[in-house]
């Protein structure tokens, strides 16, 4: 079945170490989303990739990044993070902008 | 900017029980998306709507887009506790064309929990 992954689904590391969290869908789409959602909220978009055209929001802090050295894949990379970077990150994929998203399980995020 | 309004926030169900919750916004849209989230996973899309006073149906699930744009309605009908969750609606703002683009606004979600 075509689906969005994502790995790991629990990822714990220390306060200031990098971390890196990934993403591959098999569903061919153009677009790639990095969501943070923390409990009981809505997910809330960090970045999206249009093939390889990046855009961030512009209250993403400056700690994220993300790279798609491919259509299949997408990582987001938290370089140094602090104790408010736990929560739940969602990776989605879409056809193209503005219409409906597919959403990966998440990786859970603690930040020790 | 554009936003989506869900109520009710929380409901308790019981098993059996049909349940009915909305979404509306200030501003039209020309798609609603239906997804349910349970605890610990990604969001799933259940029901994904067009065209204004369009009817869908998924399972037990039923979803109507407003006849004014402006609003759209999730139903389950005989809950089952499977049932239980978080249900956002979302959907992409309208542009200056009228089209659909950017990305998906999300409502605060409507929490449902089984009665004790």
Redesign the interface.
């Known amino acids: 079945d075509a689906m969005v992954i994502q790995n790991p689904r629990y990822q714990v590391t220390q306060f200031g170490k990098p971390v890196t969290l990934s993403c591959s869908q098999t569903l061919n789409h153009n677009v790639m989303y990095w969501y943070q959602q923390k409990s009981s909220q809505a997910p809330k978009l960090l970045f999206h990739y249009y093939d390889k055209d990046f855009n961030n929001e512009a209250d993403t802090p400056d700690n994220f990044q993300s790279r798609r050295p491919n259509t299949s894949f997408c990582f987001l990379d938290i370089r140094s993070p602090g104790l408010g970077d736990a929560a739940m990150y969602l990776c989605a994929t879409s056809r193209r902008q503005g219409y409906e998203q597919y959403f990966g399980p998440g990786t859970r995020l603690t930040v020790t | 900017g554009q936003q989506l309004n869900q109520s009710p926030q929380s409901m308790f169900i019981q098993e059996g029980e049909d349940v009915s919750m909305n979404c509306t916004s200030s501003s039209i849209f020309n798609?609603w998306?239906w997804?349910k989230q349970d605890p610990?996973?990604?969001?799933?899309?259940l029901i994904?709507l067009y065209k204004a006073g369009e009817l869908t149906s998924n399972g037990r699930l039923t979803a109507q887009f407003g006849i004014t744009r402006k609003d759209s309605f999730l139903n389950i009908s005989a809950s089952i506790p499977s049932d239980v969750g978080?249900y956002?609606c979302?959907g992409?703002p309208i542009g200056a064309d009228g089209?659909?683009?950017?990305?998906?606004i999300?409502?605060?979600?409507t929490?449902l929990s089984v009665k004790p």
């Open positions: 798609t998306l997804y610990g996973e990604g969001p799933v899309l994904a978080i956002f979302a992409p089209g659909s683009q950017g990305n998906l999300f409502g605060k979600g929490k």
